[in-house]
């Protein structure tokens, strides 16, 4: 599903100033090209919360403008 930037990058803000952990990830490419790069940090996550790990709390961002 694409989401627009600006609708994304408004709804991370109002989350975190609610006290929201958040991770925001902006990929450039098309649906295949960010779906493809997106499997190792997304299976990464994955497999910490299965491990027992806790989600990092607070906001933090990735190639926000």
Not at 1 to 20: F, I, K, R, T
């Amino acid at each position: 599903m694409w989401v627009p930037l600006e609708g994304a990058e408004n709804l991370y803000d109002d989350w975190c100033a609610q006290g929201a952990s958040v991770r925001l990830e902006v990929y450039l490419g098309e649906h295949v090209i960010v779906g493809t790069s997106g499997i190792p940090g997304a299976s990464a996550w994955i497999d910490e919360r299965l491990a027992g790990r806790p989600a990092p709390s607070g906001c933090s961002r990735f190639g926000r403008r």
